[in-house]
């Protein structure tokens, strides 16, 4: 068996150390992995030994529990037991009463030795929690996990992802609050899958699904610059440090190898401060801005409008002033205006006083075709119905206060071409919002995906083969060609 190989080597190798941890199973009851490392045939080893449920959580029990495991498999821990490490609990760690005091109390050699790999989790942590914007960001990025794990969001992730990248879909990591290094794996999924996040939001805010858009609504206001700055800057940190917690959980590592890792890490990370790498990190950041129509402009603080009577004095409180609420855009909207013959025309609107002057659209296209689509003010026209121009466009609004951004998921759907002159078309509801259009002539069929639930409507045909639907409950119109 291999528990019996791993026994004899100990005994051939004659010293050894012990690792232990503690981990609640599904139950939620406390197992106790125990690991010995030792010296055999030229090569450090770390070998399981065993796996079993802690019925005290104590220094007394935990140490017992360890002392009889060692006793079970006869191995001599008094005078070959040279080394125990775990994580710096206190129940683990104490000097005076903890297990690691009350193991060496009977195996006098068994030296402690805090895990390395815990100590850099704990550098981590605490390094976080002193800047409060790093907290607030990690905060945000496990919201980001809980809102897109619901099944509904889910499915809808997958499919945005299907359409945007090729490949397999990625997920969103769960943040361990134990592996802080691991959570490099979240900067880096988010940081790849941003514009598609973005994508995903907007959707569901446009949906008005009730909490779900609201909650949708305020993660997307909190996904600004400063949020993509953090992100870019911990998926350079957290990378390296990774790869410092990789090594340092290698059974082949020693103490030299362990201090000129933790100390090149240092020195990376002090290269970090260097002016030539912040340009570096702030043309990524800008780029991911970019893809994800995010604006660069630095939003500056209102100024405080006092009253005109207190010119001349000094003022020493503002109490019961009265001051305008001059505000940036908080929220733009991108509507639909009217539709013209062939022709469909959106209005972006802005919450903001004063209200908006600047408007400036782009989309997905790197550059907005002036034959398909024009642009006047806070006005778009889509001069041409055709599938080319699907895609995300956004409506930048901006007073001297600041700036905000709308968006508009604009896809035009063209069924097979039909060879028949006549212009029959049988339409018809179907759940979920979908409206089916089928011309009368066998193997001729589409099916248009609509924002809102038709309820009524009316069908006309014009010469060039383009087909109106007019919903009327809503006062919309769908162009599709045939």
């Known amino acids: 068996m291999v528990q019996t190989e791993i026994i004899?080597?100990?005994?051939?190798?004659?010293?050894?150390?012990?690792?232990?941890?503690?981990?609640?199973?599904?139950?939620?009851?406390?197992?106790?992995?125990?690991?010995?490392?030792?010296?055999?045939?030229?090569?450090?080893?770390e070998s399981f030994l065993n796996f079993q449920q802690a019925e005290s959580l104590d220094a007394a029990g935990l140490s017992s529990m360890i002392i009889k495991c060692l006793e079970k498999y006869d191995l001599e821990y008094r005078t070959n037991l040279v080394g125990q490490g775990y994580d710096g609990a206190a129940v683990m760690s104490?000097?005076?009463?903890?297990?690691?005091?009350?193991?060496q109390d009977v195996a006098k050699y068994a030296f402690y030795v805090h895990c390395t790999a815990h100590c850099l989790n704990l550098v981590l942590v605490d390094s976080v929690k002193s800047v409060p914007e790093a907290d607030t960001f990690?905060?945000?990025?496990?919201?980001?996990?809980?809102?897109?794990?619901?099944?509904?969001?889910?499915?809808?992730?997958l499919q945005i992802q299907q359409d945007m990248y090729s490949g397999q879909p990625r997920e969103l990591q769960k943040l361990s609050d134990t592996r802080w290094a691991c959570r490099y794996s979240a900067c880096r999924n988010l940081k790849d899958r941003l514009p598609a996040v973005f994508r995903l939001l907007q959707e569901i805010v446009c949906d008005n699904s009730g909490d779900r858009s609201v909650e949708a609504r305020g993660l997307l206001a909190q996904?600004?610059?400063?949020?993509?700055?953090?992100?870019?800057?911990f998926n350079t940190i957290l990378g390296q440090s990774k790869f410092l917690s990789d090594m340092l959980q290698s059974p082949s590592v020693d103490l030299a190898t362990a201090v000129n890792l933790v100390e090149a890490l240092l020195d990376t990370l002090q290269q970090y401060r260097d002016d030539n790498f912040f340009e570096d990190m702030w043309k990524e950041v800008e780029e991911m801005a970019v893809k994800c129509q995010v604006s660069l402009e630095k939003q500056e603080k209102r100024p405080q409008i006092l009253s005109s009577r207190l010119c001349g004095s000094v003022v020493t409180s503002s109490t019961g002033a009265r001051r305008e609420n001059l505000d940036p855009p908080q929220l733009v909207f991108v509507t639909p205006f009217r539709n013209l013959s062939n022709t469909e025309?959106?209005?972006?609107?802005?919450?903001?006083?004063?209200?908006a002057t600047h408007f400036r659209w782009r989309s997905t296209h790197q550059i907005i075709p002036n034959d398909a689509i024009k642009t006047e003010g806070n006005k778009?026209?889509?001069?041409?119905?055709?599938?080319?121009?699907?895609?995300?466009?956004?409506?930048?609004?901006?007073?001297?206060?600041g700036a905000g951004i709308g968006s508009l998921y604009w896809q035009k759907v063209c069924p097979v071409s039909s060879s028949t002159s006549s212009a029959n078309i049988a339409c018809k509801e179907q759940a979920g919002g979908l409206l089916s259009v089928n011309l009368l002539e066998p193997g001729t069929s589409t099916l248009l995906v609509l924002g809102s639930k038709v309820q009524q409507w009316a069908v006309t045909m014009s010469r060039n083969r383009s087909c109106t639907v007019d919903l009327s409950a809503t006062g919309k119109y769908l162009s599709f060609c045939i």
Request: proline share 2%.
């Open 380 to 401: 778009l026209f889509f001069l041409k119905l055709t599938s080319d121009l699907n895609g995300l466009y956004t409506c930048e609004a901006s007073n001297e206060y």
């Open 223 to 233: 996904l600004d610059l400063t949020f993509i700055g953090l992100l870019a800057t």
């Open 138 to 157: 990690f905060a945000v990025l496990q919201r980001l996990y809980n809102f897109i794990s619901g099944s509904y969001v889910h499915k809808r992730w």
């Open 94 to 103: 104490g000097r005076h009463s903890g297990v690691s005091k009350r193991i």
């Open 345 to 355: 025309v959106y209005q972006c609107e802005a919450d903001a006083n004063p209200p």
């Open 8 to 45: 004899k080597e100990v005994k051939d190798s004659e010293v050894f150390s012990i690792i232990a941890d503690e981990t609640k199973d599904l139950g939620k009851k406390e197992q106790v992995s125990l690991v010995l490392r030792y010296y055999y045939n030229g090569t450090v080893h």
